[in-house]
């Protein structure tokens, strides 16, 4: 049995995707549904059950886990990256993830999961996802710290050959209709195109980059399935791993391409960044991905222009989830 956590959420429920896909249905999804709309990343998709998260947790804790496990794939976490509750991260991100590790590590169970490329704070120590070098990393925010403990802990006690930690950089796609604030830059600005016509972009604040020419590494959440799938398959590679696409790209190229989807005439307006994430905000992203290659991903990745095409035209223009589409 594969257990994926935060299996309903954004990128959990995609690997459900692709697994089914794979024509692999023995998937146990844990997660937490609550009052929002991400039980309808479940539709189409085919598992054996669902467990809470803190029934599952109760499970391992007490070692009266009533089916075998042959991997988990950990995507569940608070991804806020304004949550302000440190203890909530420490509790959510870092205590739930060293149970599940320990657990996989003494049941034998492959163990993958999910760090962040927030843990390379503003980038000046670079990109590359070299264990040797987290202790030269720091976070921006609360929520990347949590992600570089967890990291940390990994390696400190000796399990970083044992386990896959995953550094996503900006996914986006289907089945983040969700995430309220933390959905995509994409589709924030699908939703303004549409519905105004316009598009709204912080201002920079650094003169090095021009208002709108500020960089992200953005992947399209197939691509970061498939290289999360990569390890599940081939469990001879271990350790950290950026997770992007390896080449930067402006704000700007994000909103041209939104606009070509909708077959729309370009409308950018700037706006003021808030004071209180100035201090915090990265202003260049780009996965170095010379290590994933190493380790035998050699698939083609979407670039931006693609990516964001395919979601729109196959996705937010037919509401479509992924386990409601053949695309």
Known sequence: MIVVTGGAGFIGSAIIWKL????????????????????????????????????????????????????????????????????????????????????SLANGIRF????????????????EDDDSSLTSLHPLNMYGYSKHIFDTWIKRNGFMDKVVGLKFFNVYGPNEYHKGEMRSVVLKAFEQARDTGKVKLFKSYKPEYRDGEQKRDFIFVKDAVDMTLHFYENPKYNGLYNIGTGRAQTWLDLVYSVFEALGKPVNIEFIDMPDEIRSKYQYFTEADTTKIKLAGYGKKIMNLREGVTDYIKNYLLKKNYLGLTTE
């Not at 993958?112 to 990109?127: K, R």
């Open 112 to 127: 993958i999961y999910a760090s962040s490329a927030a843990t390379y704070g503003d980038g000046s120590n670079g990109y």
């Open 20 to 103: 089914n896909r794979m024509g692999i249905n023995n998937i146990i999804i844990v997660d937490e549904l609550g009052k929002d709309d991400k039980w309808k990343n479940l539709l189409g998709l085919n598992y054996e059950d669902f467990i809470h998260k803190d029934d599952f947790i109760s499970m391992i804790m007490s070692r009266n886990v009533p089916f075998k496990i042959s991997a988990v794939i950990h995507m569940g976490a608070c991804s806020s990256t304004t949550e302000k509750d440190a203890d909530y991260l420490m509790n959510n991100n870092v205590h739930y993830s060293q149970k599940l590790a320990k657990y």
